[in-house]
């Protein structure tokens, strides 16, 4: 397994890679790995022959108040993890290698999709993600790249630019891990004291209650219903709480059969995300 923090080096093994006929498997992280990043190590590892990490705190994708710079960092922890996987490369390269001073090129993918949900509370994040993300497709040139489905509207937005840019990419989402209560897998939960740590069940909760009633009530009762769900634990704190197209990111209306249950919670300071898709039998 070679650690590579700089792009020509990438660039060059890459190269001999595709040139031996290899195909090339991408899983882009921000590092703090856990077993959500294993499943998709793993999924890579079967489909693909030559498989590259990235390891990348992207400042672009963090708003000024955010956690850019308490953001768990560890490396060493990250590479134990990545190394019975049978990993080729770790790239990890610093800020400035990814956005040397002077950068200035920006990917945006407009619309819906981009403004809905995540969108709205934390504006420029999704640039942020996609501007990375085309520079990691240029660089690693991978045949398949594997993204979680705990990022619903990021995997969403990432499949468009692919086809947007002509990127020869095929995006792979693997299902959301969960821990014992059903809590999604997040390097965030790491930031959780332990009762916040128990009070944040409650967003799985809401949506294994959303899988069992949505037959009954129409989108909008739905979602009060579970808003005062989730309202109910005193240390959660609803920053969105949306019945969606799984599509468009619409708001879902009564003729929904399926839809998207998406939520951001704070629970103490920490804000975590998760999301279901439902559907009406
Ligand atoms: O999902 C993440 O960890 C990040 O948003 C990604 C895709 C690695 C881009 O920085």
Same mark, same amino acid.
């Given at each position: 397994?070679? !650690?590579l @923090?700089?792009?020509p ?8 890679a ?14 703090a ?5 294993? =499943?998709?190590?793993r ?10 990490v990235?390891? #990348?705190?992207?400042p ?5 108040? %955010?956690?850019?710079?308490a953001?768990p960092?560890?490396?060493k ?5 990545i190394? /019975? ?5 770790? #790239?990890t ?15 945006e ?9 995540c969108?709205? =509370? ?18 690693? *040139? ?15 937005i ?9 990127? /020869? ?14 809590? @999604? ?10 009762e %916040?740590?128990?009070? &944040? ?6 949506? *294994?209650? @959303?899988?069992?009633? #949505?037959? %009954?009530k =129409? ?16 240390? @959660?704190k ?5 019945l !969606? ?6 708001e &879902?209306?009564d ?11 704070f ?5 975590l ?9």
């Amino acid at each position: 397994m070679k !650690v590579l @923090a700089g792009t020509p080096e990438l660039r060059e093994i890459i190269l001999a890679a595709k040139r031996g006929g290899l195909k090339v498997g991408l899983v882009p992280t921000m590092g703090a790995l856990h077993e959500g990043h294993a =499943s998709l190590i793993r999924a890579a590892k079967i489909n693909c022959d030559f498989l590259v990490v990235s390891i #990348f705190v992207n400042p672009k994708q963090f708003g000024p108040a %955010e956690d850019y710079n308490a953001y768990p960092r560890d490396l060493k922890k990250d590479l134990d993890l990545i190394l /019975p996987h049978g990993v080729d490369v770790v #790239f990890t390269p610093e800020p400035a290698v990814m956005f040397p001073s002077g950068f200035s090129s920006n990917v945006e993918v407009d619309g819906g999709i981009s403004e809905a949900l995540c969108g709205k =509370s934390r504006p420029g994040h999704f640039a942020g993600v996609a501007t990375v993300v085309a520079k990691l497709f240029n660089l690693a *040139q991978p045949d398949i790249a594997f993204f979680g489905a705990k990022d619903y509207q990021q995997q969403l937005i990432i499949k468009k630019m692919t086809v947007d840019l002509n990127f /020869p990419v095929e995006i792979v989402t693997l299902p959301t891990i969960r821990e014992q209560d059903g809590l @999604a897998m997040s390097s965030r939960n790491a930031y959780l004291r332990p009762e %916040e740590r128990r009070a &944040a069940g409650v967003i799985f909760k809401a949506l *294994q209650l @959303a899988r069992e009633e #949505f037959k %009954e009530k =129409s989108p909008w009762e739905m979602k009060r219903r579970l808003k005062v769900f989730i309202e109910n634990e005193p240390l @959660a704190k609803i920053d969105y709480l949306e019945l !969606v197209d799984p599509e468009t990111l619409t708001e &879902a209306t009564d003729g929904h059969k399926k839809v998207l249950v998406a939520a951001a919670v704070f629970v103490g300071k920490t804000r975590l995300i998760d999301n279901m898709v439902i559907e009406k039998k």
